[in-house]
Structures are given as C-alpha cells and as structure tokens.
C-alpha cells in the first residue's frame, strides 16, 4: 500500500447551462451552493476536492443525501465530466482520455458496483456475471469459467444457470459483487451497494466482502452515509458536505478528532471501544515505574477497560520492541470511552 491507485486533485462539478459562469464567481467570490443556485440556477455537486486511494486500501466517502458523495465516484470513471480538476487512475490521467482509452479503462482496470445491480432478468446468473468480459471479446469457455470462480468467492456455488428472480435481494447483490470480480479489475468503485440489505445480511456481506478485498488486494472507493459502515470497512474516510471534503482520516482520528460540528454531530454516537488505541491516550512514564499490566501501542479501548475490572493501578504501554514508553490511567480511559 505504498502509491495512490486513484487521486482525484482540485475536483469541481457545477450543473447547469452557466456552470462556466458560475465556476468564474465561485473562485473570486467564494460563492456557497445556495448562492450558486440562486444567482446563476446551477447546482454545486462536487467543491474543490483533492483525496488519493492507496494500492489495496478501502477508503469509505460519506456524507448526508446531497452531500455529493455519489457524483464524486462517478466522476473517478468519468460516468460525469468534470467542470475543472484532475482525475488519476492507475497512472493514468482519466480526465483527458479519449472514448476508446475509457471504454478500455472501464473494462479492464475499473470495477463497479451499485445499491440496485439490475441484472438482466431473461440472462443466467452466469450470463450476467460474464458479461464484462464478453464485452471483451473472451469466449463463452473462459467466461463461464470466470463466471463459477466469482460466484463460489460469494457463496453462490452451483446458482450458474439460474435466473435473479430466482433469488433473494441479498443473493441478487452478491450476484453484483461476482460481475465486478470476474472481470479481475484493479480498482472497484461501490456505490452504497449494502444499503438497501437487511442488517443482519448487510453485515454478512460486508465481512465477506472484506475478506475478499484482504485476499485479493483490490483497491476500493467505496461510497455510503453510514458512519457505522464506514467506520467498518475503512482504512481512511472522507466526510462530505454540500459537495466539499469537510475531513480527511484514518477512523480512529475522525471520532477521536472531528475537524468541526458537522463531523462531531456524525461521530457524536459512534462507540469508540474497538477504534481508540493506547497510543492515542497514553501518558509519557516520565519516570514513573512500569506496572505489571502491560499493553501493546494498538490495543484497543476495550482491551485496556478490561485492566481496570480487576484494579483501577495504571496499566502501562510497551512498545513492540519491548521496553514501556507510557501509562494510562483509569481516568484516561475512561474520557477516551466518553469521548
């Protein structure tokens, strides 16, 4: 997980007939939405966004509806062009590509999956798997091949040759999941693909999909307004308001350390037991004795409450070389655990 695989740099979409216009105003006058739509009838979907995706990493994009979180993904395969800004893909500049170099970007590199897969009814669950590879031109042998792999990697061996409305809406979304994998993309783009689940399958889904992703290291833009989910599935999260990247981070540092009331409101909730880590709330040892109840720099929250059901002593932090380096104190864990 060392280079980015998708960058996005100072991206904006402004709909409408004077979107030039109104993209003028924006910069020298520093326009908000409302304003945008009320002076020049346009719609700000997408304000000045820069993010980068690393080689395997999930980075969960999540906002409110309207937030702009769906028009951003869509511009990341360039299903929407963008009004100014650049657009990167696995070393290559998507924003200037030519009909031909983004079909062949489409087909080959990206991956995408939606909240509704709208699968062909009167096409096998095989057919539909298959189908971006027969739009490459590979023959109905290695396609079905392809096709049996994916479904077996969604727990949906031996369902080839039957049809969605054979299956139920869980099933139908893992159909989904299995065309982006056949293809062997290097990047998946999904679009709130768990939302309309039930919890306990959306869950079940979501474990499976991130096994799927640590075996086979895709890298993943992965869109929902759910918090929780993004907390789940992230290694990094962009929060999204009116069409602008509010904060950029890891989960831990997003309900730890909200950027302002809009992130903390979203966080406010969030139970920090199994994100904050010793090595955020540790104290340095300043000469003080190590204890006998000792943690790792990772433990979580959780872990280290747990030290503190036998006595309230400090429990101290080791580094993974071995020597202490701090201690937390009841007290410390307990605001942690607050928030």
């Not at 992130?263 to 340095?284: N, Q």
Request: charged content about 25%; some cysteine.
């Amino acid at each position: 997980m060392s280079e980015a695989q998708i960058e996005c740099r100072d991206l904006w979409k402004i709909y409408g007939r004077r979107a030039d216009e109104a993209m003028k105003a924006v910069l020298s006058e520093g326009l908000s939405k409302e304003e945008v739509r009320d002076r020049y009838d346009c719609v700000l979907g997408v304000r000045d966004a820069s993010f980068s995706v690393k080689k395997g990493e999930i980075f969960c994009i999540m906002g409110l509806s309207g937030s702009g979180k769906s028009t951003l993904v869509r511009h990341v395969n360039r299903l929407i062009e963008p009004t100014s800004g650049e657009i990167h893909v696995a070393g290559q500049r998507v924003d200037t590509m030519n009909e031909n170099q983004l079909r062949q970007l489409r087909a080959e590199t990206i991956g995408m999956v939606f909240q509704h897969m709208a699968l062909w009814p009167h096409r096998t669950l095989g057919d539909n798997v298959g189908f971006g590879l027969e739009v490459r031109g590979v023959d109905l042998e290695q396609r079905r091949k392809a096709s049996e792999i994916a479904l077996e990697a969604m727990d949906l061996g031996g369902w080839i040759d039957h049809y969605p409305d054979q299956l139920s809406g869980g099933m139908q979304q893992r159909v989904g999941l299995a065309r982006a994998l056949a293809a062997d993309p290097e990047i998946l783009l999904m679009d709130e693909p768990f939302s309309a689940l039930d919890p306990l399958i959306r869950r079940q889904l979501q474990d499976q999909f991130l096994d799927l992703s640590a075996h086979m290291d895709k890298t993943t833009l992965f869109i929902t307004h759910d918090l929780d989910e993004a907390i789940r599935m992230g290694d990094h999260i962009a929060i999204m308001n009116d069409g602008e990247i509010v904060q950029i981070g890891t989960p831990e540092e997003i309900v730890t350390n909200p950027k302002d009331d809009y992130v903390a409101e979203f966080v406010k909730g969030i139970s920090r037991v199994g994100l904050v880590r010793a090595e955020t709330i540790m104290d340095k040892l300043d000469g003080r004795e190590p204890t006998g109840k000792q943690v790792g720099l990772n433990a979580e929250l959780g872990e280290i409450i747990e030290h503190f059901m036998e006595d309230q002593s400090p429990v101290t932090v080791i580094s993974p070389d071995g020597p202490a380096v701090g201690q937390i104190t009841i007290k410390s864990a307990l605001t942690a655990l607050r928030g």
